[in-house]
């Protein structure tokens, strides 16, 4: 369960660094999960990726406190 977990935050992580780097550059766009949403986050793709980032950060955190079986 924590390396799923830690897997989780990582794409998190990488997903909204790909959000970011498709704003700043146009480059990578396809691969962000915000830029296929859209509509709902239409003006807001910046902090949409932020949010990724940090919650991808709070997860891998977060798996650090599981405990294994046993």
Known sequence: ??????????LL????AAGLV????????????VHHIGGPLEGMEIFANIVLIVLGVAVCAGAGKV???G
């Open 1 to 10: 369960m924590k390396s799923v977990l830690e897997a989780v935050g990582v």
């Open 13 to 16: 992580v990488l997903n909204g």
């Open 22 to 33: 498709y704003e700043a550059i146009d480059r990578y766009g396809p691969w962000s999960l």
């Open 67 to 69: 405990r294994g079986p």
